[in-house]
């Protein structure tokens, strides 16, 4: 198993929430046109000769607008290809526009093609992990998870495993890392926690440094990332994340700090390991019960 040789588990912008079946297959098309987009602009740009990088330069710009009605559910993608837009509008060098227009596209074809490395399961009744670059509403049943303090996460990690593999409980994904909420300490690993696939497994209590706790049911405001869970990442996706919150503040506000849920072990290459930051949330007095109809959407 993949955590047995790990050593530190790391783990839109129309703002949609929670959705129905035909909400997903209308983002997915959104998805694939987005994508035909971008992947026929970076092969027209590719074809023209290097002596044409003004030609080259308005494949890319083109192909970009054309992917922008697309991406309304893709915050992430949006701010950077709105952002390389306006640069490009200021830039004369005709090679460097068309080198920067061309480095965005790359990287929205990696993240719209990209799929998770799935190396464990996830606990009985969690939602699916959220596509990159996508803010989404997540409701989460009730779960078990082993905690441990954070006084250094390979500390906590193999604190964890030794409680996992004592017990003989099988490992699942995601590992939860939660922040500090102070402006001191946000950017401060807290605690981390190891998920029990489900409630009916061990029981709750202490275990040496380890606390078994049941955690009731919750609501997080979660975006999905890849690659390396760095500082900036982090706080690229708190900004997104608070964006998302301020946009929606008469129906939901912040009930817990920064979290995040790492599904992928340092074995899984860093381009290619996913990960999601969240913000728990409630809903405003009043609007409880419109959240139970979010899945009509």
């Known amino acids: 198993r993949w955590f047995a040789v790990a ?3 790391v783990i839109g912008l129309g703002w949609r929430t929670v959705w129905s079946e035909e909400g997903l297959a209308k983002v997915e098309e959104e998805r694939g046109r987005a994508l035909a987009a971008i992947k026929g602009a970076l092969s027209e740009g590719e074809q023209k000769e290097k002596s044409e990088v003004e030609l080259k330069r308005g494949a890319y710009e083109k192909g970009m ?5 697309w991406l309304k559910e893709n915050v992430m993608l949006t701010r950077r290809f709105e952002g390389v837009l306006e640069k490009v509008d200021t830039i004369e060098d005709a090679k460097l526009g068309a080198k920067l227009l061309r480095e965005a596209l790359r990287d929205g074809e990696g993240v719209l093609e990209f799929r998770m490395v799935k190396e464990a399961e996830l606990p009985v009744g969690f939602p699916e992990p959220t596509p990159v670059g996508e803010v989404r509403l997540k409701k989460y049943p009730a779960y078990r998870m082993a905690a441990a303090k954070q006084s250094g996460e390979t500390f906590a990690f193999w604190t964890l495993f030794g409680h996992i593999k004592k017990n003989d409980i099988a490992m699942t994904a995601p590992v939860e890392m939660t922040f500090g909420e102070s402006e001191k300490e946000q950017g401060r690993m807290k605690q981390m926690a190891f998920l029990y696939g489900s409630q009916e497994i061990g029981q709750v209590g202490k275990d040496g440094a380890v606390n078994v706790v049941d955690v009731e049911p919750m609501m997080t405001v979660s975006i999905g990332m890849r690659g390396e869970a760095a500082e900036r990442g982090r706080e690229e996706a708190r900004r997104y994340l608070e964006e998302w919150l301020k946009e929606h503040a008469k129906e939901y506000r912040a009930a817990g700090p920064l979290r995040m849920m790492g599904y992928n072990s340092p074995g899984v290459v860093s ?7 969240e913000i728990p949330v409630v809903g405003v007095e009043g609007e409880e019960e419109k959240t139970d109809s979010l899945n009509g959407r």
Do not use: N, S, T, W
């Not at 607008?65 to 009605?69: I, S, Y």
């Not at 381009?271 to 930051?277: A, C, D, I, L, W």
């Open 7 to 9: 050593a530190v588990m």
């Open 65 to 69: 607008r054309e992917a922008l009605p």
């Open 271 to 277: 381009g290619k390991r996913y990960f999601e930051f």
